[in-house]
Structures are given as structure tokens and as C-alpha cells.
């Protein structure tokens, strides 16, 4: 290996490593829950052993020889020599950390403390001596566990339970027992009635419906047999795994309804052939031929579904492969992207104007293309928001052992997508509310107990798409703000007067303000100074929005409204003089006149009335010094930003319009009131506008005049 | 309403073992010493299901099922054998007689447990 191969291996190495190492994060914690699950412990076997083995081999010895004792210690757990406990999994994760830092180290950052690394180590030992003596009675344990190797992949079975026509009079309900079954995985359950006989013949306490069950489940064959344990020899039963050479078979499209018939032996699967000729469908044929009822059909039409389904879910998991690219290259790619889109307008423009056929008709495949290609090209950079829910998980479970609380963080919308960036820049803001949460929010148990509440409190993460936007939500079931408490402290911060008249939502915002810190004592987990007002800060940076709810008593709510992405805006297109403006189109209410007499009528206060209501605005106008004369009609935009409605005043409105966002230069960056350009497609350049910004501009600049009802 | 459940053991410490899982799971619990006492409840009480000992004095675990079968508006009582290991034998008895289920002495809660509920729902 020549140096530059090495350094790539290196780089490569410490990529992987840091993939293994969240994975393995995630797998610890879910270790947690459930300490027997061998799937679990064969994942934490595999990532220590993939990080000794290429950490050998690309010089990090360190991380090698420590990496060697922790896999250790889970080989004897997955030999079921060593049983999985709180200890071993603190030490796990600690070690996980300790892996972490020497990769950082090898980076140059923070060094290593060579104490902690000896430390873990000694106590993995000493774990793994203590369990020495009980070595033995785990051997048990050792052989049950080889023998459900395969457990947990899902297997699909097909069970004929046909009940003797006594069943009943010995006191058993099949019901029940198909509800046992229902609950083992995904249940299809159908009734075959073909040997039920006529009425007057019929004798209700004896049994006369069988039943056809495909079951997909993760528990094995003698499972399903303990459901029927105490029918035995009171019926007939056949239980027949059904999927097993379905594995990689993509080739066929799962197997045809007369086939599966025949396998079961409900049908020849000649007879099946000779019928085939018939245009009408297999199951109708062979019921009008009067071999089977309905009902089999019924039950092989549920048997191919299923089969189907999961067919399509192992498929989808191996198709879930994926390849790495550097970001940057991302980056380039969606700024090309980019420029296409812009030069694509500027094509379709001209073809317009030309209105000339061939060009037309070329301009608009060029613009279908470039839709589709950016579409695909944002897709890219879309990641699933469950990336970051393990580090969550860390967090909660960290900061509540330090804070002596029990509290589960429940999940929800992992495989929500959100632009690499956006999650990226979500990440402090999110940390920093289930801080808030878990240390505020959430009662100590014995609190919380004597409250009527489950002694363990929920903080809930959630995310799913909300139209162009992604709303996450982080609940807690915990006390709730306290409105009172929250004035108290505004009125003594001097946030507010005292006579202040605020809404609920008004006084929820409270919180959000600089400088604001509601905890009674600065505790070590949140309350460092760092407060809501930089997570609104960060949000609004991402051009989002917070939104909090809270019932005293029960919780609190943060709603964060995010667009899906950042490189990409829907605006609305206006006009000032020879200047085009685009202002976003999510903060945008509505468009009103506005007429001279209007402007009169309120003595020049910038402040119209709009149905009724008295409305600010900021006159681009003015604003941004544009030199020419005023119209005799001019355009409000009405925007609305943290329930704050202001105008914009604009001599036209030109439309909507999804545009590329550009960033402005380094010159420029500092410039309050436009968070970026657009080139539009006449290659002229339009500034959007940083609504909220702007907004805060204006009043703080003058704040006895325009805004501010 | 709760289901009522009732345990037909001839040892208090196993009658207390199985009321006290049943009721902790939201069962009403009716206790019998022997099959006689266990007919003369049934006789007087609601009762959805029985968990019986098999050897008792006065009415042994079979006769006690076999006495319930033959009881038209029981016929279709659930009953739970409590048995030994080594009684293979009266488990095939017990089930010509007409035993619902069995459950092997000594037993933990949860598996009291969830054979009441494969034979009770």
C-alpha cells in the first residue's frame, strides 16, 4: 500500500467507524430494553469486531486493543456465557465513547485519557471473571439460543387447524386460540364452512368450521404449537412454513394461485392446468367446476397476498443498499442543478418571446427534465429524521440517570425526510428542548406519583410532513409551563411592563426572548445561559417556526415548523419600481390596495386599515431608498410572522414563483432584511426578503413610528 | 364484569398462590377444598372457570370434571387440570374425561397466567 492508499483507508476507516459506532449506540440502548435479543447482540459483536479488525489494519493499534477486550466480553454473551446487564451495557457505551475520542485523538482533537481506557478495560474484566462461576448454568441457555439462531427473520407458516367435531365439549374455545395466533405477527385467519351441514341437520355444540391461518411471525414452529397444546389429539393440525425459498427469488413474481393450491393439496394441479385455457380467473373456474369452494380460494388468495408482501419487504431491505458520496460533491451537484434551473427559465423565456415552434417545444422537454432532475437531486440530500433520534435516545437516558428521573423518549416519523442541512442545523435547537423537557418539564417519580402520573414521564420526538413543510414535535407529559411564573420573571427581567395584557401564546413567546431563564436554579444539564431565544434564533435561521403549547399539569408541547428544504423557495414575485423582491411565500397572508386616499385617510402613519384591522407596514420603497415616484395604487403584502402581521408596500405583485436560492457574497452577508438573491429568468437578480428580519429591523430602527399597533 | 374463576385445591397454600395471582390480574376468585365443596359452589355461584387439583379427598380432580360434563348448563365450562410430572397418565384421563387444559405443578404466576388466558381470552 503506497501512503496516499494508506491515508485513504484511513479516512475511509474512520468514516465506517463513526457509522458503527451510532449503530452501535443504538443497538446498546435497544440492548437495554431487551437483553435476550440475540439479533442485538450479534449486531454489537459485529460492529467491536469490525472496528478491531480495520483499526489493525490501518495502524490505529490503540483502538484495536481496546476494541478487542469489548469484543470479548460480547462473545461470551453471544455464547451465553455472560449474561447482558446494566453494567455491561454502561461499560459498552462508555467504551463506545472512549472509541469515539480515540478517533477524535487521532484527528488531532482532544487527546486521550489513557486512565479512562484502563479503567473500562479492568472493569470489562472483572465483569467477565464474576460471571465465570455461573458459566455452567448459562449452558442452558448457550444451546436454546443456537437453536433460535434464525429467530429473528420473520418466517410465514401455514397452519389447517380442523377441530374434531367434540372440541366443545371439553370446554375449549378455537377463537381464543385464533387469537393467540393473531397476536403472534401478521394474521390472516379464514373460516372454511364447506363441512358445515345443512340447518336441520346441524347440531350447534359440536364443531363443524375448520380454519386456514397464514401466519407471518418472528417466533418459531414450536411457538405456534403451544397455541394448540391442549387440542392435541383433538384435532387436525398441519403447520408448514411456506416462505423459505422465497428468499432472493425476485425472478418469479411469487407463485400462481393454482399452484399454491395444489401444494396444499386442495386442488390437482393437472385438473388446475386443464381448466388454464378459460379466460376467467383460476379461483373462479375451479369454484364454478365445483373442486373447491370459495373459501380455499379465499384462504390461497390470502396465502399469495401475504407471501407477496413480504416478498416486496425483503426486497425493499436489500435494495436499502446504498453507496457513500462526499457532501461536497452533493453540494456541487445541487448547485449546478441550480444554475440548470435558472438557465432553463431564461430558455423558456426566450422561446416565449421568440414564439417560434421548434424552440417552444424543445424549451418545455428542457423544463420538464430540469423539474424532474432537480426533484431527484433535492431527494438526494434528503435523510431520514431517525438518524438523529438515537442520539435522543442517548441524551434522555443520559440526563435522566444524572437527574435521578425515569424517563423513556418515545419516537415517532424516523423515516420522515428532511434537506442533510436542515437536520444538521436542527440538531443543537432539538437538544437544547428535550433538555428543557426532561430537566424542567418531567417530574421527579416521586412527584409525578403522587401527581396521579406514571412514575416514568414520555418525552415524545415526532416528525412528518406538513405540506411543502416538516413539523417536529417534542411533548412531554411533564408539569407544564407555568404562566404565572413566566410573567413573574418577564415583568422582574423587564421584558414587559407590568400592566402588560398578554395571550396565552404571547406569553409562551416570553420564553423565546434574550435573556430570558425560567429555572429557579441553574442546574448543571440546561439553564447554562444558552436559552430558548437561541434555539428561535437557530430555527429561524432555517427559516422555520416554534410554536408552544402547554397545559399546567399535564405538559408541554414544541411544535418547530421546518420547509423541506433550504436550497429551494416558494416566493411571491413583487415589483418596485425597476427592482423585483421575492418574498416567501410561507409567510405571506394575503395582498390588499392600496390607494393614496388610504395613505391620507391615516395621516401618513404607515398603518392601513384592512377589513377592519389596523395593519403595519414598511415601505419597500423607503426602505431600501429607491429613487422614483410614487404610484396612485399601490400593493400591500400582508405577512404574518409569530402571529405579527405587517405589510409590505409594493407597486405590483408579479406572481408566484419557486426559485433557487443563492446565497449572497461575503460582502454582502451582513446586510439585514435579505437572507439571499435569485436570478430570474430573464438573468436578472432578485433579493428575497428575510421577512422576520426585516421586520425587527424596521422597529427597532423606528420604533415610535411604523410598527407596533 | 369481572369472570370469576374458581380454585378447587385441597392445600391452602396453593389455593392462596392461585387467588392471589388471579385477583392481582382483575379475576374474581372463588376457593373450594374438594370436588364436593367444588359442585356445591358451582351449584350456588356464577362461576366461568375452574383450575382443580387432581387428588383430593371426598371428589378427586377426574370426578370433579366428569360430574361438571354431565352438567347440561356446564358442558362448556372451561376447566384447567393442576397436575405432577409424573402423573402422564391422568393427564390422558383427565382429558377423556373432558379437561379443558392442564397446567404441571409447580408453577409460576405467569404461567397460570397464560394458560387462564388461552382458555379464558
Known amino acids: ?709 | 364484569m369481572d369472570k370469576v374463576i374458581m380454585t378447587v385445591d385441597d392445600s391452602a397454600s396453593v389455593r392462596q398462590m392461585v387467588a392471589f395471582t388471579l385477583k392481582g390480574a382483575g379475576y374474581a376468585v372463588i376457593q373450594a377444598v374438594d370436588g364436593k365443596d367444588a359442585l356445591a359452589k358451582l351449584a350456588s355461584e356464577h362461576i366461568d372457570m375452574i383450575i382443580t387439583d387432581l387428588n383430593m379427598p371426598n371428589l378427586d380432580g377426574i370426578g370433579l370434571v366428569k360430574a361438571v360434563r354431565g352438567m347440561p348448563e356446564h358442558k362448556f365450562m372451561p376447566i384447567i387440570m393442576v397436575t405432577t410430572e409424573s402423573q402422564e397418565s391422568k393427564k390422558l384421563e383427565g382429558r377423556a374425561a373432558g379437561a379443558t387444559g392442564w397446567i404441571v405443578k409447580p408453577f409460576k404466576p405467569e404461567q397460570l397466567m397464560s394458560v387462564v388466558r388461552k382458555v379464558l381470552g
Open chain 1, 1 to 709: 500500500m503506497s501512503g496516499n492508499e494508506l491515508d485513504a483507508g484511513r479516512e475511509a476507516f474512520k468514516e465506517e467507524a463513526a457509522e458503527l459506532l451510532s449503530e452501535l449506540e443504538l443497538s446498546l440502548l435497544d440492548l437495554e430494553q431487551h437483553p435476550t435479543d440475540d439479533e442485538l447482540i450479534g449486531r454489537v459483536f459485529r460492529a467491536m469486531h469490525t472496528i478491531k479488525g480495520s483499526g489493525a489494519m490501518f495502524g490505529f493499534d490503540d483502538i484495536a486493543d481496546f476494541t478487542h477486550e469489548v469484543e470479548t466480553a460480547f462473545d461470551l454473551v453471544r455464547m451465553g456465557k455472560l449474561a447482558v446487564s446494566k453494567e455491561l451495557t454502561n461499560l459498552t457505551l462508555r467504551a463506545r465513547d472512549q472509541i469515539r475520542t480515540m478517533i477524535d485523538a487521532s484527528e488531532g482533537k482532544a487527546s486521550v485519557d489513557n486512565a479512562v481506557t484502563e479503567d473500562i478495560v479492568v472493569s470489562l474484566q472483572i465483569l467477565i471473571k464474576v460471571s465465570d462461576g455461573t458459566a455452567e448454568a448459562s449452558d442452558i441457555a448457550q444451546t436454546e439460543s443456537a437453536a433460535s439462531e434464525d429467530k429473528s427473520l420473520q418466517a410465514t407458516y401455514r397452519i389447517k387447524f380442523k377441530p374434531f367435531a367434540e372440541l366443545f365439549t371439553t370446554g375449549t374455545n378455537p377463537v381464543l386460540l385464533l387469537n393467540e395466533l393473531r397476536q403472534m405477527g401478521t394474521c390472516n385467519v379464514i373460516a372454511q364452512t364447506d363441512a358445515i351441514p345443512p340447518l336441520e341437520q346441524f347440531n350447534p355444540e359440536t364443531c363443524a368450521t375448520y380454519w386456514d391461518v397464514i401466519v407471518t411471525t418472528t417466533q418459531d414452529v414450536n411457538a405456534i404449537r403451544d397455541v394448540f397444546i391442549f387440542v392435541d389429539g383433538m384435532c387436525e393440525l398441519t403447520i408448514e412454513r411456506i416462505d423459505d425459498d422465497l428468499e432472493y427469488d425476485d425472478s418469479e413474481a411469487g407463485m400462481k394461485l393454482g399452484e399454491i393450491l395444489a401444494e396444499r393439496g386442495d386442488v390437482k394441479l393437472d385438473e388446475v392446468n386443464s381448466l388454464l385455457d378459460g379466460q376467467k380467473k383460476v379461483g373462479q373456474i375451479l369454484v364454478d367446476a365445483g373442486m373447491v369452494d370459495k373459501g380455499h380460494i379465499q384462504a390461497a388468495l390470502a396465502e399469495q397476498q401475504q407471501l407477496k408482501e413480504i416478498q416486496e419487504q425483503r426486497q425493499k431491505a436489500a435494495s436499502a443498499a446504498s453507496i457513500r458520496v462526499a457532501s461536497y460533491r452533493l453540494d456541487k451537484l445541487v448547485d449546478l442543478v441550480g444554475e440548470l434551473v435558472t438557465v432553463q427559465a431564461r430558455l423558456s423565456q426566450t422561446a416565449v418571446v421568440n414564439g417560434e415552434a421548434t424552440l417552444t417545444s424543445i424549451a418545455e422537454e428542457v423544463e420538464r427534465l430540469t423539474w424532474e432532475l432537480r426533484d431527484s437531486t433535492m431527494g438526494i440530500r434528503m435523510l431520514p429524521m431517525g438518524t438523529t433520534f438515537s442520539k435522543f435516545k442517548r441524551l434522555v437516558r443520559d440526563l435522566s440517570l444524572d437527574l435521578g428521573k425515569e424517563i423513556q423518549l418515545a419516537t415517532d416519523g424516523a423515516d420522515t425526510e428532511l434537506d442533510k442541512t436542515v437536520i444538521e442545523k436542527l440538531s443543537d435547537p432539538l437538544v437544547h428542548i428535550i433538555r428543557n423537557s426532561v430537566d424542567h418539564g418531567i417530574e421527579k417519580p416521586d412527584v409525578r406519583f403522587a401527581a396521579g402520573k406514571p412514575r416514568m414521564g414520555t418525552v415524545r420526538l415526532s416528525a412528518g410532513h406538513s405540506g411543502a413543510s416538516v413539523l417536529i414535535k417534542i411533548e412531554d407529559d411533564g408539569a407544564g409551563l407555568d404562566k404565572d411564573a413566566i410573567l413573574r420573571k418577564a415583568i422582574a427581567k423587564g421584558l414587559i411592563s407590568n400592566d402588560a395584557e398578554l395571550s396565552e401564546k404571547e406569553i409562551y413567546g416570553l420564553i423565546m426572548l434574550p435573556g430570558f431563564s425560567t429555572s429557579e436554579s441553574v442546574t448543571s444539564v440546561s439553564g447554562r445561559g444558552v436559552g430558548m431565544d437561541v434555539v428561535k434564533k437557530n430555527v429561524d435561521a432555517l427559516r422555520g417556526s416554534i410554536d408552544i403549547k402547554s397545559k399546567k399539569g399535564f405538559g408541554s408541547t414544541f411544535i418547530l415548523q421546518l420547509p423541506l428544504t433550504l436550497a429551494i423557495i416558494d416566493g411571491l414575485l413583487v415589483k418596485v419600481a425597476d427592482d423585483i423582491f421575492v418574498i416567501p411565500l410561507s409567510v405571506v397572508e394575503e395582498c390588499v390596495e392600496l390607494t393614496k386616499a388610504d395613505v391620507e385617510k391615516m395621516n401618513d402613519r404607515h398603518v392601513s386599515n384592512v377589513r377592519g384591522v389596523l395593519i403595519p407596514y414598511i415601505r419597500l420603497r423607503e426602505h431600501f431608498s429607491i429613487d422614483a415616484d410614487d404610484l396612485e395604487t399601490e400593493q400591500i403584502v400582508v405577512t404574518e410572522v409569530d402571529d405579527k402581521k405587517v405589510g409590505f408596500v409594493v407597486d405590483y405583485v408579479i406572481g408566484e414563483h419557486q426559485t433557487v436560492i443563492k446565497s449572497l457574497g461575503r460582502m454582502f452577508r451582513e446586510i439585514e432584511g435579505v437572507s439571499g438573491a435569485t436570478i430570474l429568468g430573464d438573468g436578472t437578480v432578485a433579493l428575497i426578503l428575510d421577512v422576520p428580519r426585516l421586520v425587527n429591523t424596521v422597529e427597532r430602527d423606528t420604533p415610535t413610528r411604523t410598527v407596533g399597533v
